[in-house]
């Protein structure tokens, strides 16, 4: 298809053809983030003993069903993908050892994702640093580097993983062993904490310490950016490759971090609410690291309270497990934050990670935008044309907006979720409940706000990007779980229901996010579509239990129908205008009724095209343009406009 370059203008894509592109994708897929062989889906157990020879070739699948799923993709109307992989995917056999069948691979599906019309943008994806940490992204070798042993972070309570923790024998959902939705927990547990801390800030904290004559953090970025490039030589010339994601959702490590304070409510120090899971501080993990056991707070929603409220004391480490290799010491010990004496340990350093010589160090500025402008420098030498797409801490919010030092052409690719129906898989609608701030939303013009509200102020943080011209606000993740209510729509739809009734809340869910998105004018890529999803508790993406793909081969009861297998397509598969001859101004979809309203100021000579999906319009559509003519294209779902003697262009779509 060889679709046009793309830069940006302002807020917007633009292309080598003039027109602006509103980006409407997906990430694909939730599986990429364990290996195809052996097959790394969490429920299924693993000591991870393998890692080095382990294969991604196949995620987010085999290229023999490549056509089949972007065409559905496709016909659902995405225009892009943020296609996943992992630093392990592509070094996992050792320091500068790449996987050549899998860059082949990667590079055919980018090539591949053309011909169905979709721009690429490259996500070095990880969630709590690694596999080993409960989650996915680096290589377990760079353990062995640090001086780490990944084979006792489960004994030393260092790391919640779900191949240690849950019970394969028993299945199911098991909130006893490994509750729902707290792998992101592993930020704050010490293995994740210690590696993030050297990653980003290893030259500010422990400058001293070496692994193979170079910094730790140098070592750490510098093989990160080394398979980073190893992906982007593959990818140079494909014109449908707009860029790369700098690093899904880093972490902070311990930066700005006192060493004694742990969070469990609002405070001076921290006033955000307290989460669900362990309250640890910097020395806490320091200490449960050297094999000390330490009584730790355990939070937990109270539903009745509204409130994230301490549950119990948890005793970590009672075996006493030290997780560092035998002759290898702690690089903050030897940096002199604190010490061991008699068995306990003492701080030395209460304000280390907080400032040094009066100034407060902020994980942004010092660390983030440096890091920033080093990917940019490397992926831009092997394509300068390459758009960066910037993520921050998702953690930290945006006190600070994006660090004034980075680099040009960066698009803001922040996530969002609603973090209440993401992190307890419950949608209550019409009347929400927040039980990390205690406020409730009634309605589904409040809850829209409310969306509305909170993505506009990540679209605001774009606007200093670029040295001041703005930049566009591409939503890099959001979306909604599928099992929600103890998975109530895979029961009925065991059951035989095949109607849109069990799948009403999620339909509502999605459609109240994308109407924030079309009031916004945002870009996006939903997460996430799974080609591997099952309706099963205990698999859903294949990953750690979470299940947010709008696709599940369980639901593909027809191979025929090209819609067969997806889930609530009603919340998603939505009118949009996705190439734009003008300035876009207005964007308006009422599912209901299927109205829908674009409105735009016309420049130059090309045609705006429509995304018109079937889905929507069963029976057909009648549309009405204000200051130009339209011609269909019901093949292609696409309705092409061309202004005609006026500025201002409006089209009118509505059911028939």
Known sequence: MALPRLGIEGEWFQGTDGRRRLLRGVNLGGDCKVPYTPNGHT??????????????????????????????????????????????AVEHAGPGQYDEEYLDYFATLCRMADDYGMYVFVDFHQDVWSRMTGGDGAPGWLFDAVG?????????????????????????????????????????????????????????????????????????????????????????????????????????????????????????????????????????????????????????????????????????????????????????????????????????????FVARNGRKWNMDADFMGPFFAKVAKRVRAINNDWLLF???????????????????????????????TLSTKRFDFPVKINPYTGRTTE???????????????????????????????????FGIPFDLDDAAAYKAWNAGDRTDGPWEKHIIALDLMYNALDQLLMHSTHWNY?????????????????????????????????????????GFVRPYARTIAGRPLKMKFKRETGAFRFVYEAEGDGDTEIFVPRLQYPNGYEVEVEGGTATRDDENQSLKVHAVGSRKVAVIIARK
Request: glycine share 10%.
């Open 43 to 88: 429920n299924i157990p693993t000591d991870f003993s393998d890692h080095r020879t382990v294969s991604f070739v196949g995620r987010p699948f085999p290229l023999a069903e490549a056509d089949e799923h972007f065409g559905r993709l496709k016909a659902w109307g995405f225009n892009c993908l943020r296609l996943l992989t992992t630093w392990e």
């Open 443 to 477: 309605g589904a013009d409040a809850i829209e706000a409310s969306y509305t509200r909170q993505l506009g102020r990540i679209k605001d943080a774009s606007k200093t990007l670029n040295r001041g011209a703005g930049a566009p606000a591409l939503l890099g993740e």
């Open 148 to 352: 780490l042993d990944f084979t006792k972070f489960h004994a030393a309570g260092a790391a919640h993983v779900m191949q240690y923790k849950y019970d394969f024998a028993r299945g199911g959902r098991q909130e006893d062993t490994y509750p729902t939705m707290t792998w992101s927990q592993n930020y704050k547990y010490p293995a994740n904490a210690i590696m993030w801390t050297l990653f980003f800030a290893g030259d500010a904290f422990c400058p001293d310490f070496l692994i193979e004559g170079r910094s730790a953090q140098t070592y750490l970025q510098e093989h990160y950016l080394g398979a980073m490039e190893a992906v982007a030589h593959r990818v140079r010339d494909l014109p449908n490759v707009i860029g790369f994601d700098s690093l899904n959702e880093p972490g902070s490590g311990y930066v700005g971090l006192p060493l004694s304070y742990r969070h469990v409510g609002p405070s001076e120090k921290n006033p955000i609410p307290a989460r669900p899971g362990l309250a640890w501080s910097p020395l806490d993990g320091f200490a449960a690291a050297q094999g000390l056991a330490r009584e730790l707070p355990e939070m937990q929603i109270d539903w009745d309270a509204r409130a994230v409220v301490k549950k119990r004391d948890v005793l970590v480490n009672a075996d006493g497990i030290s997780i560092w290799r035998e002759g290898r010491q702690c690089p903050f010990e030897r940096a002199g934050v604190y010490r061991l004496d008699g068995g306990e340990i003492v701080a030395l350093d209460e304000d280390f």
């Open 530 to 570: 799974t080609a591997s999803n099952r309706n099963d508790q205990a698999v859903g993406d294949g990953w750690n239990q979470e299940d947010l793909s709008i696709y599940s081969i369980d639901q593909r009861i027809d191979p025929s129908d090209i819609n067969s297998g997806g889930r609530a397509l009603k």
């Open 390 to 420: 910037a993520e921050l801490d998702p953690g930290a919010g945006f006190a600070h907006g994006f660090p004034a030092d980075t680099p040009e052409r960066t698009v803001n690719a922040s996530h969002w979720y609603d973090i209440v």
